[in-house]
């Protein structure tokens, strides 16, 4: 195997894109999601394309107790990993701010399921004192605004999460990097209003692969993004809280 890597919530736009950026420098790779049939015919392409090896597997980030047994399969199929991709997302609808039952699918989905399974995997590279994890969180986290604040609150929560664990990490030399897209032409964005500067998931998925060969903890992608969330940030709130955003 070539520097291994776990791609998680594999079957996105985003997680493809990232998938083959890395096939393409040679990494092997084991693609997870809750879609098998689709995860068969993304890793035969993959194979046949840059020829590297492609496994796959079942991972539902939301059923935290599989996690321990899932990652020791993925460990014992790949003879370990270099690494490990978190592109877990699940943006959910209007209601989840005012039907928790809702909102708290999505609280489970993108911050309680990647805690625990990136908690897994940070255990194992620790001793390893190797590795990466790649964590994609979201502009949308850096502030809370009324058309996707559980979301929000939960891809913030992540970013917060892969700091600390950024901390922990650091001194046993894995690297922990927080990737914060905005905009991106994937199925969970299609169709919603006022979307604008919006980037392709092939981009993305390369820039993603990039960072590692750079020294940012924090990338904002396309970089822009980071300029417009600090003009967001700094929105004094007596003045934020009246936008329509």
Known sequence: MNQPVLILGATSAIARGTAAAFARRGHD??????????????AADLHLRYGVTVRYGLFDAEDTASHPAFLQQVLAEMHGLSGVVLAVGFLGDPLAARDFKVGA??????????????????SYFEPQKRGFIIGITSVAGDRGRQSNYV??????????????????????????????????????TFGLPGLFLVASPQDIGER????????????????FWRFIMLII??????IFK????
């Open 105 to 122: 699918k999505v609280i489970a989905a993108n911050f309680t399921g990647a805690v625990s399974i990136l908690s897994e995997c940070a």
């Open 151 to 188: 979301y929000g609150a939960a891809k913030g929560a992540l970013s917060l999460f892969l700091q600390g664990l950024r901390n922990r990490l650091y001194a046993s030399g894995v690297r922990v990097i927080t990737v914060k897209p905005g905009f991106v032409d994937t199925a969970m």
């Open 242 to 245: 009246r936008m329509k955003m």
């Open 29 to 42: 790779l084991y693609l997870a999601s809750r879609d098998l049939d689709e995860l068969q015919r993304s």
């Open 208 to 223: 993603i692969a990039r960072t590692l060969h750079k020294s940012a903890d924090v990338v904002y992608l396309p970089g």
């Open 233 to 238: 940030k700094h929105v004094p709130e007596p």
